[in-house]
């Protein structure tokens, strides 16, 4: 498994993408809203990584229910895996508690799920298919 993204919480991209371009000497990729997430994406490039900043783009965005309840940071972890399906059935026959049990499209189209904190020490992980 590798660390794909680490997925940040931001209340403005306009705000927040300065912060991270002074922070990595680097500027962001170009900008992609997620529909089905309601969120609006700026990631920047850091070895085999990348962060995600993620602002809401809607009040029942995911994002918005985040800052609101724990305000802006890191909001989850992302892993690749071979075979997302596979990953999934085996997560699930392991007890683990699955927000997703069936993939769906993330940012720039990939195959994702989620799994649920409650079952991860905390942490909102994502899974993602390696291409
Ligand atoms: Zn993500």
Do not use: C, W, Y
């Not at 724990?70 to 990953?87: E, K, W």
């Not at 409650?118 to 390696?130: H, N, P, Q, R, Y």
Request: proline share 5%.
């Amino acid at each position: 498994m590798k660390i794909h993204h680490v997925g940040i919480a931001v209340e403005s991209l306009r705000a927040a993408v300065p912060v991270f371009e002074k922070l990595l000497g680097a500027a962001a990729g170009s900008e992609e809203t997620v529909e089905d997430q309601k969120v609006r994406v700026a990631a920047f490039r850091v070895g085999e990584s990348r962060l995600e900043l993620l602002e809401a783009t809607a009040a029942d965005s995911p994002i918005a229910g985040f800052i609101a309840k724990r305000g802006p940071g890191i909001h989850h972890l992302t892993l690749t895996v071979p075979n997302l399906d596979d990953a999934l059935r085996r997560l699930e026959r392991d007890g683990m508690r699955l927000i997703d049990r069936e993939p769906r499209r993330g940012a720039g189209n990939e195959r994702i799920a989620f799994v649920h904190p409650s079952s991860t020490a905390g942490v909102l992980i994502e899974l993602v298919e390696e291409k």
